[in-house]
């Protein structure tokens, strides 16, 4: 009777619709979130390949940043409202000064950042994957919650990027140097690390019960 109720719990937990509800598990968790948001933005994945050709050997060096795949775990692990409250927790202590959560600090004029948009975005994108993600979580269905959310978060990192620039009189050059830097050279990263991130919420969302029980 009792490995049948825990089976039921966990069977309960797992569907995609499942509503997590208010409590000090939840509540954990979210905190839990905003650590691995904080963790991220300061963690460097060093990326390094070269990309030979007839005459000249190009090599391209970068410094990945893994925030974006923490934004899509957390939208797939709570659903929109809590991976919402998530990402404003982080944005709220960041444009704050309670903590520099930041990758460049922190306060209200980190909005004229280049890559605030980016950060902005991250909302926009939680709500959206987890609504995905509730229509199941079938291979499509995930790889779509993916797509979805990293377009939506260079699209307005981009746009938003682009602004900046423009109101601080940068050349073209400089423009495109940036988008390429920021966007086009780690949309590839972000699709790996991204459906990587969303597998593993999908697991652990199997467990997750007992925190929340």
Not at 99 to 107: R, S
Request: one cysteine or more; a positive charge; aromatic letters at 16%.
């Amino acid at each position: 009777m009792f490995n049948k109720r825990i089976k039921e719990e966990i069977t309960k937990f797992s569907k995609d619709n499942y509503k997590i509800r208010f409590c000090l598990g939840t509540i954990s968790l979210v905190s839990v979130c905003v650590m691995l948001m904080i963790i991220s933005t300061f963690t460097q994945i060093k990326i390094n390949f070269n990309i030979p050709d007839n005459a000249i050997s190009s090599y391209l060096k970068f410094e990945y940043i893994p925030q974006i795949p923490v934004v899509i775990f957390i939208a797939a692990i709570l659903d929109e409202v809590w991976g919402l409250i998530a990402i404003l927790i982080y944005l709220i202590m960041g444009l704050s000064s309670i903590y520099p959560v930041f990758a460049l600090g922190g306060g209200l004029p980190y909005v004229f950042q280049y890559n605030f948009g980016y950060l902005f975005a991250y909302i926009f994108a939680v709500i959206n994957v987890s609504k995905e993600l509730k229509n199941g979580s079938s291979l499509l269905n995930m790889i779509l919650a993916v797509v979805y959310g990293i377009t939506i978060i260079h699209l307005i990192g981009i746009t938003y990027m682009s602004v900046i620039a423009i109101l601080r009189h940068d050349s073209f050059d400089f423009i495109k140097n940036l988008i390429y830097y920021q966007s086009i050279s780690k949309i590839l990263y972000d699709l790996v690390f991204c459906f990587i991130a969303v597998l593993f919420a999908k697991g652990l969302r199997k467990i997750l019960w007992f925190i929340l029980g």
